[in-house]
């Protein structure tokens, strides 16, 4: 089992920055580990993943450039640099753990967060 819990979130003007944290707890070890979120009306979108030793990353093509996907293992700790901010980025963000290699299907991911919302205004 895998806890995750998602911190960072908030209200922000368009081109602003905000870090999303995620802390992990439980079974970590060898976990491949992503960002999603989800606006209203919208369905569940991949944003970034990074793999176990943090030197593999992938993100959408939608936020490449922009934001940037890090962890820090010895605090069971990931992160989500955001910036440029834009207003189509507002949504609830996910942090989700699966085992394994790299997915982009959020239901191959067994484990999520609650969720922190990024609210962006134009």
């Known amino acids: 089992q895998v806890q995750l819990v998602e911190s960072g979130g908030g209200l922000v ?3 602003g920055s905000l870090r999303l944290s995620c802390a992990a707890s439980g079974r970590t070890f060898n976990t491949y ?16 993943g990074i793999n176990w030793s943090g030197d593999t990353t ?14 820090d293992n010895a605090k069971n700790t990931l992160y989500l640099q955001m910036n440029s901010l ?6 609830v ?5 699966k085992s394994g290699l790299y997915a982009n299907n959020p239901r191959l991911y067994a484990y999520w ?4 919302q990024v609210t962006v205004s134009a």
């Open 13 to 15: 003007q368009a081109g």
């Open 86 to 91: 834009k207003p189509e980025d507002t949504a």
């Open 58 to 71: 992938i993100y959408a093509d939608s936020v490449k450039g922009r934001f940037t996907i890090s962890r």
């Open 93 to 97: 963000y996910y942090c989700a753990a």
């Open 33 to 48: 580990t992503g960002w999603f979120r989800q606006a209203p009306g919208k369905e569940r979108e991949f944003v970034a």
């Open 113 to 116: 967060g609650q969720g922190t």
